[in-house]
């Protein structure tokens, strides 16, 4: 008898961690929803290669697309054919696209929406912990893209970095980075923010 009752008190506590542990599951799968949804970019976003829109025509669901950047910066959209996206925004895009097809429709309502941003990469090269490419923000400074690297390592000549852009139709630029400096806050006009397809190159 006392075995059954020991047994029966415990029931309640058994269905109260139950209870808690469908509560917790419940909570991180709301969680996890959150955090896979996409966050639209802000309007002065300049658009790249691999970014994601969504094109939408009101009251036209065929003309309503999903649409990828493609690396020549060119969207191909119904009726109207090639669109350029790439260092423009997305307002850019949606006036382009609204004039021109109001050749084919009297008031088209158009909106275009940055689904996900894939175009902003970075990479941090030479001896840090984790070189590699990066998908960044386009506020990204030069510390921040170390951190993002795990930092240098013993070896790296932290006074010696340096970033690498490429302009179009021009020479390579170089901007050198003082780590030692920046660590200790000085200097800290070097600590520039990086642009689409920048280099740091750490020796």
Not at 90 to 107: G, H, N, Q, W
Request: proline share 6%; with cysteine; aromatic share 6%.
């Amino acid at each position: 008898m006392n075995t059954l009752r020991q047994k029966k008190s415990y029931l309640p506590w058994r269905r109260l961690v139950v209870l808690a542990g469908s509560l917790c599951l419940s909570v991180l799968s709301q969680v996890v929803v959150f955090a896979s949804e996409p966050v639209s970019a802000e309007p002065s976003y300049l658009l790249g290669p691999e970014d994601v829109l969504k094109v939408a025509v009101w009251k036209d669901e065929q003309l309503t697309q999903e649409m990828v950047v493609r690396p020549d910066g060119m969207i191909t959209f119904p009726l109207i054919g090639e669109v350029v996206a790439a260092g423009r925004t997305a307002e850019d895009v949606r006036l382009d696209i609204t004039k021109r097809l109001m050749k084919y429709l009297p008031t088209p309502n158009v909106t275009v929406t940055v689904l996900k941003v894939q175009s902003y990469r970075i990479y941090v090269l030479g001896r840090v912990l984790k070189p590699g490419e990066y998908q960044a923000g386009h506020d990204t400074d030069v510390l921040q893209a170390l951190s993002m690297a795990g930092g240098l390592t013993p070896y790296a000549a932290e006074n010696d970095i340096k970033i690498i852009r490429r302009q179009q139709g021009s020479e390579e630029l170089v901007f050198p980075f003082r780590y030692g400096d920046a660590r200790k806050g000085k200097e800290l006009q070097q600590n520039i923010v990086l642009q689409r397809g920048d280099v740091v190159m750490v020796p």
